[in-house]
């Protein structure tokens, strides 16, 4: 049974930083194409982030590419999202995805989601 565990959002002030982490368990990250997508209250859930597994190669959104970094931890089996100066509109409960048929494309699995808020 495959599993996906977010960690790490919170409240932030415009202009700074987090990191949010996705634990996997029942597969491995580095067998699958992965993703962070996000969906903000009365908004579509949108891509943020996609990784696949050889390369590996990366894609982001349009709006936070520059700003985000996707990474894989094969020893702790768990995918990251860095982010940086973020902007109040990157508030949304972000979301981790696994098993991604094509890079980008939702996969079937999910996280819970992390709530990140970003202040003005």
């Known amino acids: 049974q495959v599993q996906l565990v977010e960690s790490g959002g919170g409240l932030v002030q415009a202009g700074g930083s987090l990191r949010l982490s996705c634990a996997a368990s029942?597969?491995?990250?580095?067998?699958?194409?992965m993703g962070w997508f996000r969906q903000a209250p009365g908004k579509e859930r949108e891509l943020v982030a996609a990784i696949s597994p050889i390369g590996p190669t990366t894609m982001y959104g349009t709006s936070v590419k520059d700003r985000f970094t996707m990474s894989r931890d094969d020893v702790k089996n768990s995918v990251d999202l860095q982010m940086h100066s973020l902007k109040p509109e990157d508030t949304a409960v972000y979301y981790c995805?696994?098993?991604?048929?094509?890079?980008?494309?939702?996969?079937?699995?999910w996280g819970q989601g992390t709530q990140v808020t970003v202040s003005s």
């Open positions: 029942g597969g491995t990250v580095s067998s699958w194409r």
């Open positions: 995805n696994a098993d991604q048929s094509k890079l980008g494309a939702p996969g079937p699995y």
